[in-house]
């Protein structure tokens, strides 16, 4: 028999959660059934959506179940398979994250594209963070080469490659990072970049300065007085694609929404919350081939930071909040 371990939660936190909250545990895994197959996973990812999650609450995505394994982008091998077009050796990603083994029905596995970038790749750029950015700009918000576009946390796994896409149609780009290191990294793209660890009222008179023309397109991935502040400066009929609100995850209680909201109206804005799949389905193609070769040709520079081993991976989670990661998180396994 083959073991599998994974990690539970027991509860549903409030606010950020412990680190005990996570629990490592082990099981024997059954025999194969018709049409399923068993994966060795070598990487998983860890993302932000994550937290919601645990909130115990269904928003787009039903939450983790309490002391059943927890679920997550991971890419694997196939070590045994009893599905008609999936072969031992093959190399898949799925959603059986949070442990090392994960035993799923073929169908819910996807073959890795041929393009020739490394494995992890279809995690990040290639994988759900990549298809997110791409699907926001393009068709979420419409982007043409004539906008000016603010990306919020735009050094993370999902704005630094919005943010280099927009730069490489031509648009000017401002993206806002934590650290100066991020910033620097933005600025060494052709970003211009600014810190959203201030008031709003700092990161307005930033914003200003940097884009005195306004802002046509604001991809949202903080919320809080950084969503305050592109609000005020976006141009008349500006689109904004609401990918996430990192800054209230891990609230208790809610906190006040922007004080200028009436700009949504004033300025005709669009404004349209999205989720990846709804969006990419059926234009899955349109990505690997719009972006896969500026990937596997060195256009696009994506980052990762990597844990070692399956014990790491809720520390993997934690560093997402501490902002400490540089692209996208990943916990590489033996």
């Known amino acids: 028999m083959t073991q599998s371990r994974y990690f539970t939660i027991g509860e549903y936190p409030e606010g950020l959660p412990e680190r005990s909250l996570f ?19 070598h990487w998983l990812s860890v993302d932000p959506y994550m937290r919601g999650r645990m909130s115990g609450v269904k928003t787009y995505v039903e939450p983790f179940e309490l002391n059943k394994p927890m679920e997550g982008g991971a ?6 398979s009893r599905h008609q077009q999936l072969k031992k050796g093959d190399r898949v990603v799925h959603m059986g994250g949070w442990r090392d083994v994960a035993q799923l029905d073929g169908d819910q596995v996807q073959p890795l594209p041929d393009i020739d970038v490394p494995p992890q790749a279809f995690l990040g750029v290639l994988g759900m963070p990549g298809m997110t950015a791409w699907s926001g700009l393009e068709l979420v918000a419409e982007l043409k080469s004539s906008d000016t576009v603010l990306i919020s946390a735009a050094s993370g796994a999902v704005g630094s490659l919005a943010a280099q896409l927009a ?7 401002i993206g806002s990072a934590g650290s100066q290191e991020k910033r620097e990294w933005l600025e060494a793209h052709g970003i211009t970049a600014i810190d959203h660890h201030q008031s709003a009222d700092e990161i307005k008179k930033a914003l200003k300065k940097a884009a005195p023309q ?10 809080g007085p950084m969503l305050e502040a592109a609000l ?15 800054s209230r995850y891990n609230e208790s209680t809610p906190s006040a929404g922007p004080a200028n909201i009436a700009a949504v109206l004033i300025k005709r804005l669009r404004m349209q919350g999205f989720i990846v799949h709804e969006w990419v389905q059926g234009h899955e193609q349109a990505f690997y081939e719009q972006v896969g070769p500026l990937v596997a040709n060195g256009s696009i520079e994506y980052r990762e ?19 400490s990661n540089q692209g996208k998180m990943l916990v590489k396994l033996d």
Do not use: S, W
Request: glycine content about 12%; overall charge negative.
């Open 23 to 41: 629990q490592l545990e082990t099981c024997e895994l059954p025999e194969l059934e018709e049409g399923e197959v068993r994966i060795r996973n």
């Open 167 to 173: 730069h490489q149609k031509g648009c000017k780009v």
């Open 214 to 223: 306004g802002v046509d397109v604001y991809y949202e991935n903080v919320g």
């Open 305 to 323: 930071t990597v844990e070692e081993g399956l014990e790491r991976t809720p520390d993997a989670f934690f560093a997402l909040f501490e902002g």
């Open 75 to 80: 890419l694997g091998e196939i070590i045994e």
């Open 232 to 246: 005020d400066v976006m141009n008349d009929f500006g689109r904004i694609a609401v990918c996430g609100m990192i």
